[in-house]
């Protein structure tokens, strides 16, 4: 999976816009992280604080993560897949 796909799942009405409300319904229904880290990490994501989530915001803060942060989360989303799939754009 990519990046550029999981952004398409999280991006529930395709807007290609993720909005707090829509990232934390999707985070929750994939049981990655708890709340208070999935409001943390819109938090993160969010990085010109707008409110939403645009998908080159999306790519720059992942790349602002460092690889641990990246599996950790992937190894949550995919299971036992390999997450280095993940990571092609």
Do not use: C, H, W
Request: neutral net charge; glycine residues 4%.
């Amino acid at each position: 999976m990519t990046l550029k796909t999981f952004y398409q799942i999280l991006d529930r009405n395709s807007d290609k816009n993720l909005s707090k409300g829509e990232f934390l319904v999707k985070m929750k229904q994939l049981n990655i992280l708890d709340d208070v880290e999935t409001q943390a990490l819109f938090k993160f994501l969010d990085r010109n604080r707008d409110g939403k989530i645009g998908y080159a915001e999306f790519l720059e803060a992942f790349s602002a993560m460092n690889t641990q942060t990246y599996i950790n989360l992937l190894k949550s989303y995919i299971g036992a897949e390999e997450p280095r799939a993940f990571f092609e754009r």
